[in-house]
T-cell receptor, first 111, second 111 residues
C-alpha cells in the first residue's frame, strides 16, 4: 500500500535559521513526488514535482531533493512569511493521477 | 483564468440533510478529484474523475456521490449528512501527469 510519512509534525525556527523537512514514502512505481504549501484557511499551493532519485528543484529559499526512499524540503534562511504547513504527496502506479498525501509539517518562523 | 472555484466556502447542515458542493475549473483539465482534510489525517481522496462521464471511488467514498457531465464541473453530493462528515473539502484538477491545482475549500459543519 502506498504510504507517505512526514516529519517533524511541527517545526519552529528563528528567522534565518535553516532546516529541512522530511518526507518518507513507499510506493509501487513512483510517478512523481509533489510538495505543496498550505496557508491557514486556504487550499494547498503547488511548489515542486520530482520524478527521479537525484533530482533537485529550487524556488527562492526552498530546495527539494529526492532519493529512492525519501524527499527533503530544505529551507535556507527562512523568513516569517515562510510560515505554513508543507505537504508532501506521491503519485504511484495505480490510477492515472491519484495522489497520496502525508499529514504535513507545520512550520513557524519567528522574527 | 479563475483556476478551480469551489462554492460555498462555509456551510452548516443538520444531520440527515443533503447538499451539493460545487466545483468548477476553467483550465480544461481532464482529471478532477475531491479530498477531505481532517486534523492529523491529512488529505484523503473521496472520489475522482479521469474525464467527462467517468468517475471512480477513492479512499473514503461512503456517504458521497459524484458525477461528471462536463469537463469543467465536478459536484460532490452528500446524501444524508452525518457529524462524521464535518471537515474541510477540497476540489482539485490536473492535466494528465501534472501537479494539482486546488480550490480554496468548503468548510462543512454537520450538527
Amino acid at each position: 500500500e502506498d504510504q507517505v510519512t512526514q516529519s517533524p509534525e511541527a517545526l519552529r525556527l528563528q528567522e534565518g535559521e535553516s532546516s529541512s523537512l522530511n518526507c518518507s514514502y513507499t510506493v509501487s512505481g513512483l510517478r512523481g513526488l509533489f510538495w505543496y504549501r498550505q496557508d491557514p484557511g486556504k487550499g494547498p499551493e503547488f511548489l515542486f514535482t520530482l520524478y527521479s532519485a537525484g533530482e533537485e528543484k529550487e524556488k527562492e529559499r526552498l530546495k527539494a531533493t529526492l532519493t529512492k526512499k525519501e524527499s527533503f524540503l530544505h529551507i535556507t534562511a527562512p523568513k516569517p512569511e515562510d510560515s505554513a504547513t508543507y505537504l508532501c504527496a506521491v503519485r504511484g502506479g495505480g490510477a492515472t493521477n491519484k495522489l497520496i498525501f502525508g499529514t504535513g509539517t507545520l512550520l513557524a518562523v519567528q522574527p | 483564468n479563475a483556476g478551480v472555484t469551489q462554492t460555498p466556502k462555509f456551510q452548516v447542515l443538520k444531520t440527515g440533510q443533503s447538499m451539493t458542493l460545487q466545483c468548477a475549473q476553467d483550465m480544461n483539465h481532464e482529471y478532477m478529484s475531491w479530498y477531505r482534510q481532517d486534523p492529523g489525517m491529512g488529505l484523503r481522496l473521496i472520489h475522482y474523475s479521469v474525464g467527462a462521464g467517468i468517475t471512480d471511488q477513492g479512499e473514503v467514498p461512503n456517504g458521497y456521490n459524484v458525477s461528471r457531465s462536463t469537463t469543467e464541473d465536478f459536484p460532490l453530493r452528500l446524501l444524508s449528512a452525518a457529524p462524521s462528515q464535518t471537515s474541510v473539502y477540497f476540489c482539485a484538477s490536473t492535466p494528465t501527469g501534472g501537479g494539482y491545482t486546488f480550490g480554496s475549500g468548503t468548510r462543512l459543519t454537520v450538527v
